[in-house]
């Protein structure tokens, strides 16, 4: 378990004001997704929920058709968790992106 801790620290870190944290055009979004899916899968909800909001800080600074898909992968794989109040959080943070997006 300590090592996902360390993965949650080294890569869903917070993109710095300004930046997208990886300067490689969403590539580190991509991976924060991969990590917040595998959260969930693993039981991890809150978790997932801190890294599906370091997903969207980047996703909100990139347009990728990748981003797209783990994007809506990321609103209904949590729909069965919504009575968490992270996820209801989440779903908030999800619709403003949405609407910036749109």
Do not use: N
Not at 19 to 45: D, F, K, Y
Not at 84 to 93: F, G, I, M, N, S
């Amino acid at each position: 378990m300590v090592l996902l801790d360390v993965a949650v620290l080294s890569i869903a870190t917070p993109p710095p004001p300004g930046g997208t944290g990886s300067g490689s055009g969403g590539a580190g979004g991509v991976a924060i997704a991969l990590l917040a899916q595998r959260q969930l899968q693993l039981g991890h909800v809150d978790a997932a929920c801190q890294s599906w909001g370091c997903f969207l800080a980047e996703y909100e600074q990139v347009s990728s058709a990748r981003g797209d898909d783990h994007f809506h992968a990321m609103r209904k794989s949590m729909r069965p968790h919504q009575k968490a109040h992270a996820v209801r959080e989440l779903a908030e943070h999800a619709r403003e992106v949405a609407m910036l997006k749109a």
